[in-house]
């Protein structure tokens, strides 16, 4: 799935590019977009998802303006978790990779439960081949 964000002038350092904690508010964008942005939730209910992990690998520097395009892909699927892989585009040049580890949790007990079998359905179809 891809998503777009804009690139705003607040959005730079002193060096005058990007700044690095804004690429993981670009990656939530693609996440947030991959995980509720449809017309029903997947979610089991009294529950939620925490990231676990967050990994970001910087390509190449952003500058402003411009916009950005998020890739998502489900990567791997687990008992009570899954990996989404990311990929962030500058200009048709990628400018940054991410992999997160997203748990599902229980919203009373805040601990780890399994992935409802509804849920890897649906996260199956967008996983890589």
Same mark, same amino acid.
């Given at each position: 799935m891809r998503t777009t964000d804009l690139i705003r002038y607040g959005d730079t350092d002193r060096q005058g590019h990007v700044n690095n904690a804004v690429f993981a508010t670009f990656f939530e964008t693609g996440r947030v977009t991959f995980l509720f942005d449809r017309n029903s939730s997947i979610l089991p209910e009294g529950t939620m998802l925490v990231i676990a992990r967050l990994v970001i690998d910087f390509r190449s520097e952003l500058n402003w303006p411009g916009k950005v *395009?998020?890739?998502? +892909? #489900?990567?791997?699927? $687990? &008992? +009570? $978790?899954? !990996? /989404? @892989?990311? @990929?962030?585009?500058? &200009?048709?040049?990628? @400018? @940054?990779? %991410? *992999? %997160?580890?997203? #748990?599902?949790?229980?919203?009373?007990? +805040? +601990? $780890?439960?399994? /992935? !409802?079998? *509804?849920? #890897? &359905?649906a996260l199956a179809q967008w996983r890589k081949s």
């Amino acid at each position: 799935m891809r998503t777009t964000d804009l690139i705003r002038y607040g959005d730079t350092d002193r060096q005058g590019h990007v700044n690095n904690a804004v690429f993981a508010t670009f990656f939530e964008t693609g996440r947030v977009t991959f995980l509720f942005d449809r017309n029903s939730s997947i979610l089991p209910e009294g529950t939620m998802l925490v990231i676990a992990r967050l990994v970001i690998d910087f390509r190449s520097e952003l500058n402003w303006p411009g916009k950005v *395009e998020i890739g998502t +892909r #489900v990567e791997g699927i $687990s &008992n +009570r $978790s899954f !990996t /989404l @892989a990311q @990929a962030l585009f500058h &200009n048709g040049k990628c @400018a @940054a990779t %991410s *992999e %997160s580890t997203i #748990v599902l949790i229980d919203e009373t007990t +805040r +601990r $780890s439960t399994p /992935l !409802t079998e *509804e849920l #890897v &359905n649906a996260l199956a179809q967008w996983r890589k081949s």
